[in-house]
């Protein structure tokens, strides 16, 4: 026989281990990218061009919004247990920048739809749609510009 | 005592793989934008309505193809050749842009006579003679021509002398 505060030691560790057995049931959460986000083609002047989440792309100061380029919202698929919330994670302002190779641009306003929580549906997937504002300023150089950023998920 | 020490590493394996499990996880995606110079417009020729005499007035009409018309009772002088003017469009390729031109403007002999002029443009030098084009397409290698003509409105009382003025052209994207 156990003394009893080893019992109580046992049980404690039973319940530490529940939330981890049913853990251990599901799937993880994962994330992958399924569109690249895209401010498109503009000349530049003092402004920012913005891309909603739903893809609308519209311009401020005297950015130029050329419609041979129109830019998208990134889009990622999220896929986990079904009927269950998550976390979303975008990057804070001032983090993200894309570049030319010489110059960068900074991205920020980060927005997303679902916003901060989403929901996976029946089949354990959700798409998740990602707009920034890009701030431009006069006189950036004519070129393509580049660069990355990260969104995280997680089990709320 | 055995039972306890069993139990106490099976706990230390279960809060690993709970740990591994509520991992966050995240993905990386690309952002990329394309900054254009802006759009560029330059003139390559001027509109010119050569010579004519008023006669009892009227008008004298360069279609942006270069043809020379009278209106009325001008005589337009054979030894004068009549250009229309022409732009140079150059920018992004296949992109579309909006063109604004002046609709008249006042031709001057510079000893306070004038003569007021209506534009007409197009793209093609299709012979137009009245209304301005609006809006156009650049090619596949970024360039379009556009083309201005106009009509000169004459007074009988015109003052013999050589006039000029501009025509302000202003292209943008759209």
């Known amino acids: ?156 | 005592m055995r039972i306890t020490t069993v139990a106490v590493p099976g706990f230390a394996l279960g809060v690993v793989i709970m740990a591994a499990n509520c991992q966050a996880a995240s993905a990386v995606a690309t952002a990329s934008a394309t900054v254009l110079a802006p759009i560029a417009i330059a003139k390559s020729a001027d509109l010119s309505f050569g010579s004519f005499a008023p006669g009892t007035g009227g008008s004298v009409t360069v279609s942006t193809s270069g043809v020379r018309v009278a209106g009325n009772t001008v005589q337009l002088a054979t030894n004068s050749s009549p250009t229309a003017a022409k732009f140079e469009v150059s920018g992004d390729p296949a992109a579309s842009y909006d063109i604004t031109i002046a609709a008249s403007t006042t031709l001057n002999d510079g000893a306070a006579h004038s003569m007021t002029l209506v534009t007409c443009s197009d793209l093609s030098m299709a012979n137009t003679t009245s209304g301005n084009v609006a809006s156009g397409t650049l090619s596949a290698t970024g360039t379009q021509s556009l083309f201005v003509g106009g009509t000169l409105n004459v007074d009988a009382a015109q003052l013999a002398g050589q006039y000029s003025g501009n025509i302000a052209v202003t292209v943008e994207y759209n």
């Open chain 1, 1 to 156: 026989m156990l003394p009893p505060q080893r019992y109580g030691l046992r049980l404690l560790l039973a319940l530490a281990g529940l939330g981890c057995l049913s853990a251990l049931h599901a799937a993880n959460i994962g994330i992958s990218s399924s569109q690249a986000l895209s401010f498109g083609k503009f000349v530049a002047a003092s402004g920012s061009v913005t891309v909603s989440p739903s893809g609308t792309r519209i311009a401020s100061g005297g950015v130029v919004l050329l419609q041979t380029g129109p830019g998208q919202a990134a889009q990622f698929v999220v896929s986990g247990n079904a009927d269950v919330t998550y976390a979303v994670t975008l990057p804070a302002d001032g983090t993200v920048s894309i570049s030319n190779g010489g110059t960068s641009v900074s991205v920020n306003a980060f927005a997303s739809s679902p916003a901060a929580t989403g929901l996976l549906g029946g089949g354990g997937t959700q798409l998740l749609n990602v707009g920034a504002r890009l701030d431009v300023t006069a006189g950036l150089p004519a070129g393509a510009y580049s660069g990355t950023f990260s969104v995280v998920v997680d089990y709320n």
